[in-house]
């Protein structure tokens, strides 16, 4: 609901159905309610009535000639993301009350529907049942901002989580796209169902399909065990899909034909199982352009960009700046029990204007480094152009020095866990997208850890 | 040929909302029609019209009141999926016996 509408006047919802009687019935139930009705019997008027009417929320039948319910649906949330839409089905066939959450719609009634029943969804999708208990939820505490652009944001994405549809982020690297995916999913009807994130551009081609969907054992060399994969460990919850835009070409089509029927196939088996996930994808690319250039398919795009959310780069919002470095210099005293060091004024500055290429990660390092070397309590603005990497010198090698620490590191724990990367990622107290990155960024490959020794 | 509205037959009695007064003589009338078109679609073998009568009776008769009509669209719909054409015309004399004899109170 838009701010003008909501206190001037009585919700106005858009019902269409190409039936007149049900037409007629529905229109006359709403108006009972003193609900504002707008009746059309077809998608493409429906359509049209959305720009000139702006409902508050839509409800449609799901099998019309033409344009049918399904393909309305879709259309609405290209235009209007966050339009409810309730879709009304002459039968109740699940795999469509699946597929029609997915793309966004609020419920799913069966014909004949009961009056009470249709009010009171109507309600709730209006936010004006009594029954607020979503709005108590806590949203994102951990995300930190004071800027409009990330208010917009944040109330964009706490209007999108109480749902199933599907969410696209995009952001360049570090803008907190992984925090946002968490904050939507802590705070769905899934919340208590796990959260899984995989990195679809740090998975070797050959057994990210596997990783994703599973695989039957002896599926192929190296399968000694069957293997349920990450569909299924999200199973009632939600499936990150990190650098979605990385994901190669063929896999692409199977993930497709995943989201149009909501079962997979594990690699080797002859059966499909219906998966219960919610899918949120993100990337930094511009796939877009990816798209132009055939390197992503355009119908993967469309069904996976239901929602597009977009988080800005922080050099784009920098009132943001100052409230993230007090928050990171805090945890980084309460970490180390030491006391809570500040940036001078020139510091300050400096660093509300820098550009930022690694976003709030980038932000993080750049606090802890300054705390850990600064033996002062003013952080001056010399250590500040240091750590931002502007200044040649002995920090260049502390770069390299914490580097080739890492690589060191990684390598032992992989070592030790014989190329187990999900162990070595909980010893290093990381999730496994990071790990992998990680793993990525030193150019090392798991793989060789799990040779026998001897080779 | 169709039988009228004969007095020498039991009403049935079907309580429906007040509030859908203004409604109901419309919706009756509509199955009537909704008849003489499955008859004439059964005529022409166009099955596929006649299951989305079916289908459309099924979905609007419980809503009005008149869940005999929802059970007699649900029938007609299936009828018609099998190609059935006995199956159809059963469903069908049936609706229009209970359409000839229904009489609605609203309370
Ligand atoms: N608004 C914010 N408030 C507090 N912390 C944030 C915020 N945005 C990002 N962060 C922190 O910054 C780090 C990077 O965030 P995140 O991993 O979500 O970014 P990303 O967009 O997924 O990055 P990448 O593209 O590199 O995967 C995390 O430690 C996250 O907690
Ligand atoms: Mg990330």
């Not at chain 1, 290429?357 to 003013?378: E, F, H, S, W, Y």
């Amino acid at each position: 609901m838009t701010s003008d509408n909501s206190t001037t006047r009585q919700p106005r919802i858009l019902v269409v159905d190409d039936d007149s009687d049900v037409l007629a019935l529905l229109a006359k139930w709403l108006k009972d309610e003193k609900f504002d009705v707008v009746t059309v019997s077809s998608g493409k008027d429906a359509l049209a009535q959305i720009g000139i009417t702006r409902p508050d929320l839509v409800l449609t039948d799901l099998v019309m000639d033409e344009m049918d319910g399904m393909a309305l649906l879709s259309e609405i949330h290209r235009q209007k993301p966050l339009l409810p839409v309730i879709m009304l089905s002459g039968q109740a066939k699940i795999p469509d009350a699946v597929k029609a959450t997915h793309l966004g719609s609020s419920a799913f009634l069966t014909k004949p529907v009961e009056k009470d029943e249709l009010i009171e969804q109507i309600r709730k999708h209006l936010h004006l049942s009594g029954d607020n208990s979503n709005g108590k939820i806590p949203f994102g505490e951990d995300i930190i901002y004071r800027s409009s652009v990330m208010a917009e944001l944040i109330e964009q994405s706490r209007a999108v989580a109480d749902s199933d549809i599907t969410v696209f982020i995009t952001g360049e690297t570090g803008t907190g796209k992984e925090i946002l995916a968490k904050a939507i999913h802590d705070a769905s009807p899934r919340r208590d169902r796990p959260f899984i994130g995989v990195n679809c551009g740090a998975i070797p081609e050959q057994l990210l399909e596997s990783e994703l969907f599973g695989h039957e054992k002896g599926a192929f060399t190296g399968a000694m065990t069957q293997h349920d994969g990450l569909f299924k460990a999200a199973d009632g919850g939600t499936l990150f899909l990190d650098e979605i835009g990385d994901m190669p070409l063929d896999l692409q089509v199977k993930l497709l034909r995943v989201l149009q029927d909501f079962q997979v196939r594990p690699v080797g088996s002859v059966r499909s199982v219906p998966i219960n996930v919610r899918i949120i994808s993100a990337t930094h690319n511009n796939l877009e352009q990816a798209v132009k250039e055939g390197t992503f398919r355009a119908d993967l795009y469309y069904r996976l960009k239901v929602v597009p959310l977009s988080i800005p780069a922080l050099r784009e919002r920098p009132e943001d700046i100052e409230l993230l470095l007090d928050y990171y210099l805090e945890r980084f005293s309460r970490k180390r029990g030491e006391p809570k060091k500040s940036f001078s004024p020139e510091a300050l500055s400096h660093l509300i204007s820098a550009p930022w290429p690694g976003n709030v990660r980038q932000l993080i390092n750049v606090v802890d480094l300054c705390a850990t070397m600064n033996k002062t309590d003013i952080i001056p603005l010399s250590m500040v152009q240091k750590a931002l990497g502007e200044e040649e010198g002995d920090l260049r090698t502390l770069k390299d020095a914490k580097h080739s620490f890492e690589r060191d590191y990684l390598i032992s724990v992989l070592q030790l866990t014989k190329g187990q990367v999900a162990s070595s990622a909980r010893i290093a107290g990381r999730n496994r997208t990071e790990f992998y990155k990680l793993l990525n960024a030193h150019n090392i490959d798991p793989a060789d850890f799990r040779k026998p020794p001897g080779n | 040929m169709r039988k009228g509205k004969g007095k020498f037959l039991d009403k049935i009695i079907v309580q429906c909302d007040p509030d859908l007064e203004d409604l109901i003589p419309g919706y009756l009338n509509n199955r009537e029609k909704d008849i003489v078109a499955i008859r004439e679609s059964l005529d022409s073998g166009d099955f596929e019209k006649v299951r989305t009568l079916g289908h459309s009776m099924k979905g609007s008769g419980g809503g009005y009141g008149f869940d005999e009509v929802t059970r007699m669209g649900s029938r007609i719909e299936s009828a018609a999926l099998a190609k059935d054409v006995e199956g159809v015309e059963e469903a069908l004399q049936e609706l229009e016996d209970y359409i000839n004899r229904v009489e609605v109170v609203f309370s």
